[in-house]
């Protein structure tokens, strides 16, 4: 299971990937004509299927292990406080930590003919997004008037993925 795990995560980079290179051909015909050309060049837009697989083995995976230790527990609730307590030891200052470089250092670090879009998604975080997602209620926030001015926005994925 773990093999299909790691096969599902390296079609799921290769699909970003091509999904970055796609998006910054100016010639669409161009881009059309990359994604039917039989071969590997196919596999990018059935990446899309490859996150649900992902994240289903890797619930799959936690469940069994957690059934494991639940067998050793006496109380469900002091199992289940100190599991969502150790989740949010683990993840939160590393979450914080890549949401200031994200937020306040990359847009300092580049140029090229895609930065201004980077810019522009990293400064989502200036209003006021950072303290939704320093709560894990970024869903919540107002994000702007078409919906998608997200702060760090896929990381949600990251955090969910097995529960927090």
Known sequence: MNGARVFSICWIIYGHDQWFRLSNI???????DILTT???PTLAPAAYFAVDTFFWIGGFLITLGMLEQMKKVR?????YVGCIVHRII?????????ILLYWKIAPYFGSGPIWRT?????CSCNNGGVLWNMFFID?????GPNGMDYCFGWVKYLLFRDGI
């Open 26 to 32: 100016k010639n669409w015909t161009e881009s059309l």
């Open 75 to 79: 109380s469900f609730l002091k199992f």
């Open 38 to 40: 039989p071969g590997i």
């Open 139 to 143: 869903n919540f926030g107002n994000h």
């Open 118 to 122: 980077f810019y522009n998604m990293s």
């Open 90 to 98: 683990r993840i939160w200052p590393t979450y914080m930590l890549a």
